[in-house]
């Protein structure tokens, strides 16, 4: 069984030769392939002693060894070649697989590293995403842990502030302008009023209050004088009641 070549990894690399893409088919994309300048290509294969013995490629199956296989061909766009260790005519262990696109080869990646691709995406994602969250977070002793995000704040700036959209009048307002209306209304009743919309209008009738007569003050009565007293030492006047005044009586006309 021959060493499989462990060589850097060529999964990052591609070649293609301009010269062979037009003429890319199924019968000679194999010795496309063969190229000496192909990175991919191992001059150790069994191919390269069949190219030196001048024989077809038939002669592969009684031969032991590595050698490279057209597995699938999609014309004109895409062939897939396989690398293989053959053990029988019958018996082959397949070693890794190689796609060309419009003349271009690349290398199939295999499983493990496809999964390990994902994988480290993941892990890159998942600590990216964590290194991005604890930038936003803060600590204050009083208040403890807290969140502050910069887009947040720069939406607030660019946000135009709009204005409180300020009441014509507040309610107290409104309320002492339907008190003054009423007391208007009651005052100045309306002369005419109009039943329904588009009829002519009707006079109101205007009930007049009799009118109440004026009263008049009579003039005070003319209080009553005392006689002097006698004379003789001087006594103390005895304290006088406060007295309310006299009330006013209507006059007649």
Not at 131 to 146: I, L, N, V
Not at 185 to 198: A, L
Request: some cysteine.
């Amino acid at each position: 069984m021959a060493s499989v070549d462990l060589r850097d990894n060529l999964l990052g690399i591609s070649w293609v030769d301009s010269g062979w893409v037009p003429i890319l088919n199924p019968s000679n994309v194999v010795e496309y392939f063969s190229e000496r300048s192909n990175p991919f290509y191992d001059r150790t294969c069994n191919n390269e002693v069949v190219k030196m013995q001048r024989s077809t490629l038939d002669h592969l199956n009684q031969m032991v060894g590595v050698e490279y296989i057209l597995l699938h061909a999609q014309e004109p766009i895409l062939y897939i070649i396989r690398k293989q260790q053959r053990q029988s005519p019958t018996q082959v262990i397949p070693l890794a697989d190689y796609y060309i696109i419009a003349g271009v080869v690349y290398q199939a990646p295999d499983l493990g590293s496809v999964i390990n691709s994902r994988a480290l995406s993941a892990v890159h994602g998942i600590q990216s995403a964590f290194d991005e969250a604890m930038s936003f977070c803060r600590y204050h002793p009083s208040k403890g842990y807290s969140w502050h995000f910069k887009d947040q704040e720069e939406k607030e700036r660019v946000k135009p502030k709009t204005k409180r959209k300020e009441e014509p009048s507040s309610l107290f307002q409104r309320q002492r302008v339907d008190t003054l209306l009423l007391d208007l209304r009651n005052k100045f009743p309306p002369t005419y009023y109009q039943p329904k919309p588009g009829e002519k209008p009707v006079p109101v009738e205007v009930k007049k209050e009799p009118e109440v007569p004026q009263e008049t003050v009579k003039p005070q009565e003319e209080r009553e004088t005392k006689p002097p007293a006698p004379p003789g030492p001087a006594r103390p006047a005895p304290p006088t009641p406060n007295k309310p005044p006299p009330e006013k009586r209507a006059r007649l006309q």
